[in-house]
């Protein structure tokens, strides 16, 4: 195959460019702040990195992909995300998972074994199956990994060096108001169901 065009990373959502698309893209960090890591964190990590100007900690959901104990991540914004920005200037991080707490360093893929977790990434992303099929099923076309190779593709090493804070699960507290909640909806639907009766 020869490729006429650049192929771009799977992106089938657009660049939050206002503050409500930013909100919602933000609502994992909400869930991990909930206690739901072991639900979302199979699909959805939770970056930490230090502000390139400010060196304060910032936090990002990321989809990412784990394949023989590595992980994987792919900006499908080119290079513009604030936190691939971030990564640049100090790839000390630290990453939310389904498995916990992991201080790492962030580099690109060099190996060629660590090409084919790339690849095996997109074959088995539902954000690249949705939204660049054709491309996914020539992943064995050396013209076509050449192209993917230049993407914002991340995988990590493990650090004891310091790396930033990870998110705190501190809304455990609201579990109770929100069965109890949920509770008197429930109660009160029911009721008035039966007085319609």
């Known amino acids: 195959m020869t490729t006429d065009k650049i192929i771009h990373p799977p992106h089938p959502i657009p660049y939050p460019d206002n503050w409500l698309i930013k909100q919602l893209y933000r609502t994992p960090i909400l869930l991990y702040r909930l206690g739901l890591s072991n639900l979302i964190g199979k699909y959805i990590l939770i970056i930490s990195t230090f502000g390139r100007k400010t060196r304060k900690v910032r936090r990002t959901p990321i989809e990412y992909f784990r394949t023989q104990g590595r992980i994987y991540v792919i900006s499908g914004f080119k290079r513009d995300p604030d936190w691939y920005k971030n990564i640049q200037a ?87 108001l929100i069965l109890l909640g949920l509770a008197i909806k429930i109660t009160l639907g029911w009721l008035s169901s039966k007085s319609r009766k």
């Not at 990994?145 to 990870?166: G, R, S």
Request: net charge negative; hydrophobic share 35%.
């Open 90 to 176: 100090d790839p000390h991080v630290t990453l939310q998972t389904d498995h916990g707490i992991h201080h790492v360093i962030a580099r690109l893929p060099e190996t060629d074994q660590e090409w084919q977790g790339v690849f095996e990434y997109l074959r088995n992303s539902p954000v690249s199956r949705f939204s660049m099929p054709g491309i996914i099923q020539q992943l064995d076309d050396p013209e076509v990994q050449q192209e993917i190779k230049i993407w914002p593709v991340i995988t990590f090493d493990p650090t004891d060096e310091p790396c930033p804070t990870p998110l705190d699960i501190d809304l455990l507290w609201t579990w109770p």
